[in-house]
């Protein structure tokens, strides 16, 4: 199957500094790209989607100045959670879109703000 | 207000029966549904999909069926085992969609040995 992965699994940072979350689709192209996060013990909910050259499409209630998305490339996207607060720690998760259909998720990474 | 629901938060099978998981969805316009797996601190895994277009499908212990006039589908797991326990999300893709999803806020299902 597909593959995506996901980067950092996990990490801790310091309240008011800059994280940067990598997601790769291994074996497939993918021109757009998915960012969720997750609470505990809730669904997943969409964040942005990120179009390969162009700006991410963020859902409401989304600040886009402070989760910056960026897809270079047909096989990356990068999240960057900017001045983070210990209320942004949570599960982040990508997910690539492939043109034969489906979507395949990364790992996830968990994010602790300290 | 949520276009995709799993109303039931857990479900708890003996080793061996049956598993079925149910969601109920609003919007007629989807044209894609997938169930997903997850196990804590992990990313979904694709377990199962079927289109708008069928009613059914199998893939080994897993069946998705699909029933558009009530607009739910269910995942059946036969024989359930106890690797089989995990939270799991149904998802609704729109028509004309980018193909982002829309959850469920998932079933934990917990297989009993």
């Known amino acids: 199957g597909a593959v995506v992965s996901q980067h950092p699994s996990r990490v801790i940072c310091k309240s008011g500094t800059s994280v940067k979350i990598e997601c790769r689709s291994l074996?497939?192209?993918?021109?757009?790209m998915f960012w969720y996060r997750q609470f505990p013990k809730q669904s997943l909910m969409l964040m942005a989607t990120?179009?390969?050259?162009?700006?991410?499409?963020?859902e409401q209630g989304v600040e886009k100045d402070k989760f910056l998305i960026n897809h270079a490339s047909l096989t990356l996207s990068t999240l960057t959670v900017t001045s983070a607060h210990p209320e942004d720690s949570s599960f982040y998760i990508c997910?690539?879109?492939?043109?034969?259909?489906?979507?395949?998720f990364g790992q996830g990474t968990r994010l602790t703000v300290v | 207000d949520q276009q995709v629901k799993q109303n039931s938060p857990s479900l708890s099978v003996q080793e061996g029966r049956i598993s079925i998981l149910n969601c109920d969805y609003t919007n007629s316009m989807f044209d894609y549904f997938l169930w997903y797996k997850k196990y804590p601190a992990e990313g979904p895994t694709f377990l199962i999909s079927?289109?708008?277009?069928?009613d059914k499908n199998e893939d080994g212990r897993f069946t998705v069926f699909l029933n558009k006039s009530a607009k739910h589908l269910s995942l059946h797991i036969v024989p359930s085992q106890p690797g089989d326990s995990a939270v799991y999300f149904c998802a609704a893709r729109g028509l004309g969609s980018q193909g982002n999803l829309i959850f469920g806020k998932g079933t934990k299902l917990s297989v009993k040995p």
């Open positions: 074996d497939f192209q993918a021109t757009t």
């Open positions: 990120s179009n390969e050259g162009s700006k991410a499409t963020y």
């Open positions: 997910s690539a879109a492939r043109t034969q259909g489906g979507a395949f």
């Open positions: 079927i289109s708008s277009i069928k």
